[in-house]
């Protein structure tokens, strides 16, 4: 049987236990996930910069942005940065390729033949993904609400107020219910945080089935990869230098304020109990609070739509195309071109 070298990526509420899935996945021997890297969806909105990527020189251009860029988190690669440039150079002419080939480069440093990408907020950017890597297999990784905003308000990055926190798991369950009717079935795949920490083996084997992999053991203890995988001063991933636990499952009941239980079970109650999390009864949220909510919903809803607006015009206007042209799939669909 062929193997698979379809692109994997992690998607997720922040703070739903995407980095202990990273390691997961970068502890199979076939595939390789690195830290989290700034350039996948920054390169796809800067494209018209780099130009027609048919032309050597833009090419090069396009390499030489993802490695030294100060904001593109190239270095979290641990790649030979010249090397790269020419491989973009020498490679397919597509933004994707070149993105790809750097995800690439990351897996062969570890003898690994696949590769996957982690990053929470890609879950408002699967049509981007799609465009640039066209076979991509997404994992949205599902975890109560309630311990997602407890958590985000306890991150130093997370300057946002209880009311963004709310409407960020929110929007990732809305954005993953319409992957789930949009996407095919091999594409796309969900998984809860609570039932991969219960019973790691078994939701893994699941999931490999998905890909198209074998389940290894070495998957159920990510924490062995955790210092290769992991930047050190990302103090709030800690937890990952550990054994896989329940600990943490629940633990809003002890770290929310009884208003914002109640903020969390009015605005999201239809959510939560459609993934399977129970309610506690709480008194109905202050409408000031659930008004709070609603503004930040529409106020980022119609940032969406006309960034969205945009891309949609701009794709008339693209000066080649952006599709990788790396994996089985991905050429046997310029074949048939």
């Given at each position: 049987?062929?193997?698979?070298?379809?692109?994997?990526?992690?998607?997720?509420?922040?703070?739903?236990?995407?980095?202990?899935?990273?390691l997961?996945?970068?502890?199979?021997?076939?595939?390789?996930?690195?830290?989290?890297?700034r350039?996948?969806?920054?390169?796809?909105?800067?494209?018209?910069?780099f130009?027609?990527?048919?032309?050597?020189?833009?090419?090069?251009?396009?390499g030489?942005?993802?490695?030294?860029?100060?904001?593109?988190?190239?270095?979290?690669?641990?790649?030979?940065?010249?090397?790269?440039?020419?491989?973009?150079?020498?490679?397919?002419?597509?933004?994707?390729?070149?993105?790809?080939?750097?995800?690439?480069?990351y897996?062969e440093?570890?003898?690994?033949?696949?590769?996957?990408d982690?990053?929470?907020?890609?879950?408002?950017?699967?049509?981007?993904?799609?465009?640039?890597?066209?076979d991509?297999?997404f994992?949205?990784?599902?975890?109560?609400?309630?311990?997602?905003?407890?958590?985000?308000?306890?991150?130093?990055?997370?300057?946002?107020?209880?009311?963004?926190?709310v409407?960020?798991?929110?929007?990732?369950?809305?954005?993953?219910?319409?992957?789930?009717?949009?996407?095919?079935?091999?594409?796309?795949?969900?998984?809860?945080?609570?039932?991969?920490?219960?019973?790691?083996?078994?939701?893994?084997?699941?999931?490999?089935?998905?890909?198209?992999?074998?389940?290894?053991?070495?998957?159920?203890?990510?924490?062995?990869?955790?210092?290769?995988?992991?930047?050190?001063?990302?103090?709030?991933?800690?937890?990952?230098?550990?054994?896989?636990t329940?600990?943490?499952?629940?633990?809003?009941?002890?770290?929310?304020?009884?208003?914002?239980?109640?903020?969390?079970?009015?605005?999201?109650a239809e959510?939560?109990?459609?993934?399977?999390?129970?309610?506690?009864?709480?008194p109905?949220?202050?409408?000031?609070?659930?008004?709070?909510?609603?503004?930040?919903?529409?106020?980022?809803?119609?940032?969406?739509?006309?960034?969205?607006?945009?891309?949609?015009?701009?794709?008339f206007?693209?000066?080649?195309?952006?599709a990788?042209?790396?994996?089985?799939?991905?050429?046997?669909?310029?074949?048939?071109?």
């Amino acid at each position: 049987m062929i193997k698979s070298d379809r692109p994997i990526f992690v998607i997720g509420c922040p703070r739903s236990g995407t980095t202990m899935l990273q390691l997961m996945l970068h502890s199979h021997p076939r595939i390789g996930v690195p830290p989290e890297t700034r350039f996948v969806v920054p390169g796809y909105y800067r494209r018209f910069v780099f130009g027609d990527l048919r032309e050597e020189v833009n090419r090069r251009r396009l390499g030489q942005w993802i490695v030294t860029d100060k904001d593109t988190k190239f270095k979290e690669l641990k790649l030979d940065g010249d090397r790269f440039i020419e491989d973009v150079v020498a490679g397919p002419p597509t933004l994707g390729s070149a993105i790809g080939i750097a995800f690439r480069s990351y897996a062969e440093q570890f003898g690994k033949a696949r590769w996957g990408d982690k990053r929470p907020s890609y879950y408002h950017y699967v049509d981007i993904l799609l465009r640039l890597f066209p076979d991509a297999q997404f994992i949205h990784l599902i975890r109560d609400g309630r311990d997602c905003v407890a958590s985000l308000k306890e991150m130093p990055w997370y300057t946002k107020d209880v009311f963004h926190a709310v409407n960020n798991w929110a929007e990732a369950i809305d954005f993953g219910r319409r992957h789930a009717k949009n996407l095919p079935a091999d594409s796309y795949y969900e998984l809860r945080y609570e039932d991969l920490t219960r019973d790691p083996e078994t939701e893994l084997r699941g999931l490999c089935g998905f890909l198209g992999e074998e389940y290894d053991p070495a998957m159920s203890e990510p924490c062995h990869v955790a210092r290769q995988a992991i930047p050190q001063n990302r103090v709030w991933h800690l937890n990952t230098h550990g054994d896989v636990t329940t600990a943490r499952t629940g633990s809003w009941k002890a770290r929310l304020e009884p208003w914002e239980v109640s903020l969390c079970e009015t605005v999201l109650a239809e959510r939560l109990t459609a993934n399977g999390y129970e309610l506690t009864g709480a008194p109905k949220a202050d409408k000031a609070h659930v008004t709070a909510v609603s503004k930040v919903e529409a106020k980022r809803r119609a940032a969406r739509r006309r960034k969205d607006l945009r891309d949609r015009i701009n794709r008339f206007r693209e000066p080649g195309p952006v599709a990788a042209q790396l994996t089985t799939r991905q050429l046997g669909e310029l074949a048939r071109v």
